[in-house]
């Protein structure tokens, strides 16, 4: 075939390539079509000057007719203000007059067949999720045009007059649907819509809007495109939920154990036990029980009957019941009833008339630490058939320890002193015993006694897929707030994980979370999940400082995660993620700033340090728990002003 000037002569935009993709001449309508002048665009590739998203389509149809092969694809062309044009376009190869081989590109004419120019957009809409369809403003019509079977199952049949879809749209969205219709725009954002199907239900719709023009002389469109978000919005709700639940019972332990911390006199402990211990347990009443001379000392809220509090007053720690017997062991009582109560003690015979009800349950906690006398205990009832459950169990016997301390503050004169420092110590969990496949160990030591305690923190948890989750962090600040805003982001971080797939998702909910509530700190966060079978680990990184993995041949690695920027600071921050394999009998350590940073240590000099340390103990054969005492001990003599701590995984 002839290549000469004559194939630009046609009306259709055509141009002719060398065999490499260059321009080497093209006809008004293929510069039209490109935005530019011809002079713009000869002697460049034609890929140059066509939008990133089409690029590699216009390589593959130019490949192919340089190895003597026709090619035809559709393309999409954005024009600056303007509807984007959608044409067929064909690559073949041609000859010129002088023997050079050339390719011809050029748009064909389908007039009589416009849906194939659409198919391509079908095919992307279905593999997306997203239903396709069009607007037809002469007749104020919308015709579905496929993608998605679930999006398509909302509209009865596949075309829909506008009023019965502004019918079913709700009243206050229907001026963003007039927008996305009749918007003069190329593209418009997402928008949401509220629709209700036929059977009453409503959906949440994302919506997005845009006019193409099909074919380079055919018409203008609006095309629509549809995602159906009810799913992911209940999903979120029930996300929002349980955040929600989790961030309320640290605001009631950080209000309560900061109000613990502030009660300077018995009669302030009192003050804050009475008012808040029934209402944060969602009790009938509350009374609490001081030794004073080896007799209780008893004080109520409202919730209970004079008589029975005047039952209990004055007793000696000697006697029969309930109380007393929780004072002298230090073991917490949770009793149904009254007739649960008969069958414990059948020889008390001043028990029953201590009982405010025959069907109350009643829940006593000694104050301090199980094991031994405590100074006094805590008494919460409750209406008929309450069970708590094991996380308000422990709930309470913490508070409950943080009272018995604040007791013993009290009458020593240093409340202030050592309470702080609990508050940080019970807002730190209690590592899981066993976990598949891995040792794991932590440690962490405040920098100095007094308020000065700080936000570090440290999880490990078992996954409901298998996989095991640890996380280390530390929030600003080194005082009470620190450790209650701690405290909030570690157990929302718990939440979040147990509806996210990985830690990029939690992190970047978790900040979203903080920035929505207003935080006033910030918080820096390594967050791991383990397979402790393959070893596969995925992990994400907050601003907080690299992780340390240590060989059993001595060596060791600083590694520095993805990540983003500290959580609360910065709205829609991204957390990417990076997945590698551990090893088995290699050990990772997770640090904060205080244990590798210090006014006399650099940053890096400190990672090299503490990695040497954990790679001669993994190489000695030493337990996670021995290689966390090791590196928090490293750091204690380098006093190091600033909270440590310290968290060990090895792989076994």
């Known amino acids: 075939m002839d290549a000469s000037n004559e194939l630009l002569r046609k009306a259709e935009p055509s141009a002719l390539l060398y065999p490499d993709g260059i321009v080497r001449s093209l006809n008004r309508s293929m ?18 000057l066509l939008p ?7 390589e593959r149809i130019v490949a192919h007719a340089g190895k003597h092969r026709l090619a035809m694809q559709v393309l999409e062309l954005p024009r600056q203000g303007r509807a984007s044009v959608v044409a067929l376009i064909e690559a073949r190869p041609v000859t ?18 416009l849906g194939s120019l659409l198919i391509p957009f079908r095919l992307s809409a279905r593999s997306a999720g997203l239903g396709l369809c069009m607007y037809l403003p002469q007749v104020r019509q919308i015709e579905w045009l496929g993608g998605a079977p679930a999006v398509a199952a909302l509209f009865p049949e596949g075309s829909v007059s506008l009023p019965w879809l502004v019918r079913h749209i709700h009243t206050d969205d229907r001026p963003s649907l007039r927008r996305l219709l009749h918007s003069d725009n190329n593209r418009r954002s997402w928008t949401t819509l509220r629709f209700q199907g036929d059977q009453g239900d409503w959906h949440r719709l994302a919506c997005q809007t845009r006019r193409i023009q099909l074919g380079y002389e055919g018409p203008e469109q609006i ?10 919005e209940a999903r979120r709700q029930e996300m929002v939920a349980a955040v929600e639940a989790q961030r309320r019972r640290a605001d009631e332990i950080a209000e309560f154990s900061s109000a613990l911390i502030t009660a300077s006199t018995e009669q302030e402990l009192r003050q804050v036990v009475l008012t808040r211990l029934a209402a944060t347990f969602a009790g009938t009443g509350a009374a609490l029980a001081l030794v004073d001379d080896e007799h209780l000392s008893v004080s109520s809220d409202a919730g209970l009957p004079s008589w029975h ?15 007393p017997h929780v004072i002298r062991t230090g073991e917490p009582l949770f009793i149904r009833n009254q007739e649960d109560l008969l069958s414990r003690w059948p020889n008390g015979d001043a028990a029953p008339l201590a009982w405010p009800g025959p069907d109350v349950a009643m829940s006593i906690s000694p104050l301090g630490l199980g094991g031994d006398q405590a100074p006094g205990a805590w008494v919460v009832t409750y209406d008929s058939g309450h069970h708590p459950s094991p996380d308000e169990k ?34 730190l969990p209690k590592l899981p015993e066993h976990l598949p496949g891995l040792e794991v160990a932590a440690r962490y030591r405040p920098c100095r006694a007094g308020l000065d305690i700080g936000g570090d923190w440290y999880d490990a948890f078992l996954m409901t897929d298998g996989a095991i989750a640890v996380e280390i962090g530390d929030a600003q600040g080194h005082d009470v707030d620190a450790a209650a805003f701690m405290g909030q982001v570690r157990s929302s971080m718990r939440a979040l994980a147990a509806h996210e797939p990985d830690p990029s998702s939690v992190l970047t909910h978790t900040n979203q979370l903080l920035i929505a509530m207003g935080a006033p700190r910030f918080a820096s966060c390594t967050m791991l999940h383990i397979d402790p079978h393959s070893g596969q680990v995925t992990g994400a990184n907050a601003g907080h400082v690299p992780l340390l993995a240590a060989h059993q041949d001595g060596s060791h690695e600083i590694h520095a995660l993805p990540g983003g920027p500290v959580l609360g600071i910065l709205p829609n921050a991204d957390y990417p993620d990076e997945t590698f394999t551990l090893d088995r009998d290699t050990a990772l350590v997770m640090v904060t700033d205080g244990v590798v940073e210090g006014p006399d240590l650099s940053l890096d000099a400190g990672l090299e340090h503490t990695g040497t340390l954990a790679a001669q103990a993994v190489h000695d054969g030493l337990s996670a728990d021995e290689t966390a005492d090791l590196v928090l001990d490293a750091a204690v003599a380098l006093n190091h002003p600033d909270d440590l701590a310290v968290l060990v995984v090895r792989r076994i």
């Open 309 to 323: 509090v005047d039952a209990l007053h004055c007793r000696s720690l000697d006697e029969q019941g309930p109380l």
């Open 96 to 113: 010129s007059a002088g023997g050079e081989q050339l390719v011809w590109v050029h748009s064909l004419n389908v007039s009589n067949d």
């Open 223 to 232: 095309f629509g495109m549809i995602r159906d978000d009810t799913c992911d």
């Open 31 to 48: 510069a039209t079509a490109l935005d530019r002048s011809a002079e713009q665009c000869v002697g460049r590739f034609l890929r140059e």
């Open 394 to 427: 422990a709930f309470m016997i913490t508070l409950a320890e943080l009272a018995g301390q604040a007791l013993g503050r009290i009458r020593s004169q240093q409340a202030r002193l050592e309470l702080a420092t609990a508050v940080q110590d019970h807002m």
């Open 52 to 58: 990133e998203s089409q690029r590699n389509v216009v």
